[in-house]
């Protein structure tokens, strides 16, 4: 991966794009000395969002094994729009009562 400050990249900024594009070259642009964002191919992109996504199913897999155990219980949706608005109001009452 090549290191390029921001200000560089900013007046490269179409040669990098191209060169990440088309030549497969990863960036990472630095300000102040440290990695502040990277530029890199769509096909990279797209395998960082794949690996994501694969984490997500797993974290539900966990989620539901501790519902099927009973370690964990699905609590309706109504309910919890119940109970935020319930917790808003006397959020709301506490905010009155200070002023």
Do not use: C, W
Request: charged share 35%.
């Amino acid at each position: 991966m090549t290191r390029i400050p921001a200000a560089n990249a900013r007046q490269r900024f179409a040669e990098v794009v191209n060169q990440a594009a088309y030549g497969g070259k990863r960036f990472a642009v630095t300000k102040n000395g440290k990695i502040a964002v990277g530029i890199v191919p769509a096909a990279d992109l797209k395998l960082l969002e794949q690996l994501e996504d694969l984490e997500d199913i797993r974290e539900a897999e966990k989620i539901r094994a501790r519902i099927k155990s009973g370690k964990e219980k699905l609590i309706p949706a109504a309910e919890v729009k119940r109970e935020l608005a319930r917790t808003d109001r006397k959020n709301a009452i506490r905010r009155k009562t200070r002023s």
